[in-house]
């Protein structure tokens, strides 16, 4: 076991909702270090509730999240975010009325080395140009694009060692879709471990290593991205044909 | 027969033990809860809140001095305290309380013009005697006789001669007011200015207003100012008189500040507020704290020596003898402590202060005429942080 | 002497930002209005002048000590009123803290009395005379002060990590917890700061008037509301030229119309602007029930 491969997240039987409506009734899901790991599903399938109780935006109702070997369940989220675990929920949410800049820097809120610090915003402006020259303007005024990118960046600002992506393609054009998922892969290639929530499967597949598939609130495959994508009774079965 | 006997014992004893304990009831009934019961009504808020606490104090050393001497005629005095807050609401609802429920003999209070309209005329309706130490407005106890009194004398009879003096001699030419409209004490004290200029042949170059308990006078000084008056009458309770003066020479302005009797009255709260810039302020008065004449003296040198204050404030002065006069009337018509007699001793408290001549208490001596109290008529100025009285000015 | 009139209104509005400010920033932050501001800011005036007649120590280090207690009352406001009371009943925030503010009046009258205490100037020997209008010590020592306050923190919300931090959870407070900034903390320090002016902006006041009122709390209260509501609830800039107008329409009202009306005025004033700008001067959107 080479300490690259070793579980970075373990979630076990986890259960959660809102209300008392269960959105998860029994989900277990590891990534390991340097993964880039998919949870696709239909719609209410409680994909995004999943991420919600891992990264604290929700309390679990039982079961366990784990974090680098350390028990991190219900934890705040602020506190997740000093453990190692950036959440970017889905909808980009950008902070509207602060600049670009500000976004980010945000993002290292946790952070106090300041020259770090520094270092990750150029980092961030080299993999997305388009924020540099936005970086003085407010994050409300940019487009769908430009704020996925912002949310991805303003998450790297953390140096997550597991960054949680939800529905990144949601509503945007088939040509973005392809330039996110170019980017997610380009993070991953460069050693980012992701779990990622997509509901659009092909490109979900097309960019993990691996997949869990979500029906109803309960893990109902798992596999290699290849041995998923080779299933066609799974994906038509549960999933539909995708996009 | 045992049993009937027995029985019989038990009721016997149940019977003595319920004779005694009404014995008992009956006892502190003329014993204990046999006191000169006194009503105070305060008022913690508003612009004469300070009068007012000074008036509290006066009244309690009365009554201190009172019971300390042996009571009225071997029964002690009791003062029950009301606090208005200022509202003339409650002040209706406090009266009757006072009234029928602590069955005062008389009342005491309010301190200001406008407190008393509501509460002399609710106690005169409840034919409850009222002496208010301190309200000054002309006409405040239409409704209130015959059993509503006031020892300060109304600052249109009291003060328009001494102020009209004042300025005669110092040759005045342009003056300002400063008032608040809505307020009636203080409305009087504007139209007193105006009558006492008008009759001068001062002009009245500039009035501004504000509202009172005010924070910020600096707008209407400023636009006094403007105006280059050579005098500003203070139509104000003291409190505001004292930071409209602050603010008066804190924007470099030199005329003089005047103010009716009402301002002698609040004196000590006046220069509280206003500090320094008090200094030199004329107004007229109708109390001397360092009289001359013996009841009085003896009297002010006890209160001082007791309170540690070196002057006594009027309102202290006027509520102090209000007590003692009230006393003086239960005396002369020998006024029973019990509560049955209640409602005829007021009617004889009534009788006694109306028919009261130069009462000599610490504020010098004191005759009601329809109520009101006839005063002598001074002129005060504030010299080293005091208004003191100006007797080269008789 | 209409500059000197502009000049007092200019004053006035300078100590209603003060306390205009520390409303919108919590509102920004947990989107509720703490009704014990203007109290805080009456304690910390109470006080203030009691260390000035009282104790030898200078001006500057009284009005600290009023900074730091208006601070801390409101920090025990937060936990007394806010930390502890459901997010589901915005209303009952609202009726605790104005019971906070009750409390806070009663013990200051209980402790020190209900007069009218008066406020000592300071540097009373300065007088500027600027032709056509003069400035006084005090008044020079006020508009420094509350100008410093402003524009310091209008530095520490746009220049520094926590006062990015408090416009990320004033944006959005969840999505700032997701990016690790602690949003309990951070609520309880828009409290103190809001504490902070409240009590620069209670003495200055007391400077301004040369007195302080244990009962003025709420009128400061009511006058802050009424700011933000024109300049739009939890705009920094709509807050501090709302005040100024404010200020500015009172004075000019008392001195040439009358004082009676200077309410009356503004009332109707801040009507008109909502009738036609239900959102404020400078408000982005309906306001604060829409924001949740």
Not at chain 2, 90 to 99: C, G, K, S, V, W
Not at chain 3, 99 to 110: N, R
Not at chain 3, 189 to 194: C, D, G, V, Y
Request: with cysteine.
């Amino acid at each position: 076991m080479a300490p690259e491969r070793e579980e970075l997240l373990k979630v076990t039987n986890l259960r959660a909702g809102y209300g008392r409506v269960t959105g998860v009734a029994d989900v277990s899901v590891e990534v390991r270090r340097g993964e880039l790991v998919a949870v696709l599903g239909p719609n209410g399938a409680g994909k995004s509730t999943v991420l919600r109780a891992v990264s604290g935006m929700i309390r679990p109702w039982g079961g366990g999240v784990a974090l680098d070997g350390r028990d991190v369940t219900g934890m705040r989220s602020d506190l997740l975010v000093r453990a190692g675990m950036v959440h970017v929920p889905e909808g980009r949410r950008v902070l509207p009325r602060l600049t670009v800049e500000e976004n980010l820097r945000v993002g290292a809120f946790t952070r106090r080395n300041r020259p770090a610090v520094r270092a990750a915003l150029d980092e961030v402006f080299d993999r997305f140009p388009r924020l540099r020259d936005r970086r003085a303007q407010k994050a409300g005024t940019l487009s769908g694009g430009e704020q996925q990118m912002l949310v991805i960046g303003r998450a790297l600002m953390a140096r997550p060692k597991l960054l949680l992506l939800d529905e990144p393609s949601l509503g945007l054009s088939p040509l973005l879709v392809r330039e996110v998922f170019a980017m997610i892969r380009t993070l991953a290639a460069d050693g980012q471990t992701v779990l990622l929530v997509e509901q659009n499967v092909a490109q979900g597949l097309a960019a993990a290593d691996r997949g869990y598939v979500l029906t109803a609130g309960r893990v109902t495959a798992s596999g290699a991205s290849a041995e998923l994508s080779a299933d066609p009774s799974l994906l038509r079965g549960y999933l539909g044909s995708g996009e | 027969m045992i049993r009937a006997g027995t029985a019989g014992r038990v009721t016997a004893g149940l019977t003595a033990a319920t004779l005694v304990l009404a014995a008992c009831g009956e006892g502190s009934g003329s014993g204990g809860a046999a006191v000169y019961r006194i009503g105070l009504v305060t008022s913690s808020a508003g612009p004469f809140a300070s009068n007012a606490k000074t008036m509290e104090a006066g009244a309690a050393y009365a009554v201190k001095l009172l019971n300390e001497a042996g009571g009225i005629g071997g029964t002690e005095v009791e003062l029950v305290k009301v606090d208005s807050q200022n509202n003339p609401a409650t002040t209706a609802t406090l009266i009757p309380q006072l009234a029928t429920k602590q069955k005062v003999l008389a009342i005491v209070g309010p301190v200001d013009s406008a407190g008393c309209e509501v509460a002399c005329t609710a106690a005169n309706k409840l034919k409850v005697p009222i002496v208010s130490p301190g309200a000054a407005r002309p006409g405040v106890l239409e409704n209130a006789r015959p059993y509503g009194f006031t020892i300060a004398q109304p600052d249109a009879d009291n003060s328009t001669p001494v102020l009209t003096k004042i300025v005669q001699e110092k040759g005045l030419k342009r003056a300002a007011i400063i008032g608040d409209e809505a307020n009636a004490t203080t409305k009087a004290q504007a139209d007193l200015f105006r009558s006492v200029f008008g009759s001068t042949g001062v002009q009245v170059v500039k009035t501004a207003t504000f509202k009172s308990g005010d924070s910020s006078f600096a707008s209407q000084v400023t636009s006094v100012a403007s105006a280059k008056p050579d005098v500003l009458a203070l139509a104000a309770g003291p409190d505001d008189a004292g930071r409209i003066a602050r603010e008066v020479r804190s924007q470099g302005q030199t005329f003089t500040l005047l103010g009716t009797g009402s301002l002698q009255s609040g004196g000590a709260a006046y220069v509280a507020a206003g500090g320094k810039a008090t200094e030199g302020t004329l107004a007229a008065a109708q109390y001397d704290p360092h009289s001359a004449a013996p009841a009085a003296k003896a009297l002010l040198d006890k209160a001082q020596a007791a309170s540690g204050q070196a002057e006594i404030p009027l309102n202290f002065a006027y509520a102090f003898d209000a007590v003692h006069m009230i006393a003086k009337a239960i005396e002369e018509k020998g006024v029973k402590s019990d509560s049955d007699g209640v409602v005829k001793g007021r009617v004889a408290v009534q009788e006694a202060l109306n028919g009261m001549r130069n009462h000599q208490g610490m504020a010098d001596a004191t005759t009601f005429k329809d109520g009101i109290a006839q005063r002598p008529q001074l002129r005060a100025v504030v010299q080293n942080g005091k208004f003191v009285i100006d007797k080269s000015a008789g | 002497m209409l500059a000197q009139q502009l000049f007092n209104g200019l004053l006035l509005g300078a100590t209603f930002c003060l306390v205009a400010l520390g409303f919108n920033l919590v509102v920004g932050a947990m989107d509720r209005l703490n009704f014990a501001l203007g109290e805080t800011a009456m304690v910390s005036a109470v006080l203030g002048a009691l260390i000035m007649t009282e104790t030898p120590v200078p001006f500057p280090v009284a009005f600290a000590a009023a900074t730091a207690i208006g601070g801390g009352v409101a920090v025990a406001v937060y936990y007394l009123s806010f930390r502890f009371v459901s997010a589901d009943f915005p209303t009952a925030s609202i009726l605790s803290s104005l019971g906070c503010g009750l409390v806070l009046t009663a013990v200051v009258t209980k402790a020190f009395g209900s007069h009218q205490r008066s406020v000592p100037d300071v540097l009373s020997g300065v007088r500027l005379d600027l032709g056509v209008l003069t400035v006084s010590g005090a008044q020079l020592v006020i508009l420094l002060l509350a100008t410093l306050l402003t524009a310091g923190l209008y530095l520490f919300l746009e220049r520094t990590p926590w006062g990015t931090a408090i416009r990320a959870v004033s944006d959005d407070a969840t999505m700032a917890g997701l990016l690790g900034v602690p949003v309990q903390r951070v609520i309880l320090l828009t409290f103190a700061l809001s504490g902070v002016l409240a009590g620069a902006a209670g003495l200055l006041t007391g400077l301004a008037y040369h007195s302080i009122s244990p009962f003025d709390g709420f009128t400061t209260t009511l006058t802050a509301l009424m700011i933000i509501v024109l300049g739009g609830l939890g705009s920094v800039t709509g807050g501090v030229v709302a005040a100024l107008v404010i200020g500015l329409i009172q004075t000019l009202t008392v001195a040439y119309l009358s004082a009676t009306l200077r309410d009356l005025i503004v009332f109707i004033l801040v009507g008109i602007v909502l009738l036609v700008r239900p959102q404020g001067l400078f408000g982005r959107n309906a306001g604060v029930l829409e924001r949740v």
